[in-house]
Structure formats: C-alpha cells, structure tokens
C-alpha cells in the first residue's frame, strides 16, 4: 500500500508586481501556513519518504517546510520543472515515474492543475484546493507505474482554515 500527500504551495507574495510568476516568494501568512501543516503531518505520525516539488520558488520553499519537519535534506527534494503550472495529466506522469521502493510522497504542486489533479482521484471532490492545502490517498500498488488505473482510497483533507 502507497501513500500520496498532494499539498498546493503556500500563499504567495503579490507584493512586487515585476516579479516573475515563478519567482514569487511566499508571504508572512503563507510563511506561517507552512511549517504548521508540516507539523500537522508529524502530528498523525506520517513520515515521508520523498518530495517532488514545481521549480516554482513558492512551491520549493513549501516543500523546503515539509522537507525540514520530516528531517529530509533540501537538496533531497526533488524538483521537476514540468509541474510548473501542470495539468492533472502531468501529476500522473510524473508520480508513475516515481522509484517504487518508495511508500510515502509528498508532490507540492500549483491550481489549476492540482485540484483537477485531486478530483480525478476518488469520489472526494474539493471545490477548490487551498493553499498549503493538502489531499492525501492511499493506493493499492506495488510499483507507482500501476498508479493512474490503480483504485485509489481517500485518507484525509487538511488545510489552514482551522489554523487562523
């Protein structure tokens, strides 16, 4: 059995309207978000075995969070430049290219494309993903090749809204 925590990015900065898109660091809310809903995860006792994150500087420094509270190394995260802004089909394409030794991932990604991504999941639809949201499954496979006709279970849905 796999587990996979898809967490949007955390609240961004629009302080600077010249920054470039990818560029956009997170804000104070977004920087506090974060870390608390890393915590969360240590909380239920899920440890990580990886995290793939957009090359978005605010999906990274989201994942960095996560990375920090698992006791993952930064440099151990990995960024796939492809989910940058993805559709759904990219989330796929890229959790069937994960190694299978791996049981629990984490993927930090951006909306559109993440909430179509969680909704082409299971029965659990979400209107629209929050930031620093995450939507966590559990599936029934050996290998993450057999992911996107693998049956997949709900296992939970947090986000910050019970944080402020």
């Known amino acids: 059995m796999k587990q996979l925590l898809i967490i949007r990015h955390a609240k961004s900065n629009w302080a600077n309207a010249q920054e470039a898109d990818i560029d956009r ?95 082409a999941l299971t029965t659990t639809q979400i209107d629209n993903m929050p930031t620093c949201g995450i939507f966590a499954i559990k599936i029934n496979i050996e290998n993450w090749k057999d992911f996107q006709t693998a049956k997949k279970e709900f296992w939970f849905f947090d986000s910050p809204k019970s944080i402020h």
């Not at 969070?65 to 698992?70: E, R, V």
């Not at 759904?88 to 559109?112: C, D, M, R, S, W």
């Open 25 to 119: 660091s997170l804000n104070e809310r977004g920087n506090k978000d974060a870390p608390n809903m890393a915590n969360r995860l240590i909380e239920k006792q899920i440890q990580l075995d990886a995290i793939v994150a957009s090359t978005a500087n605010r999906a990274f420094t989201t994942a960095s969070y996560f990375a920090k509270a698992q006791a993952i190394n930064k440099r151990d995260i990995l960024c796939v430049e492809a989910l940058y802004l993805a559709p759904a089909a990219e989330y796929f394409k890229q959790i069937q290219a994960l190694n299978q030794h791996l049981q629990t991932v984490a993927i930090v990604g951006h909306n559109p494309g993440i909430t179509d991504f969680v909704n």
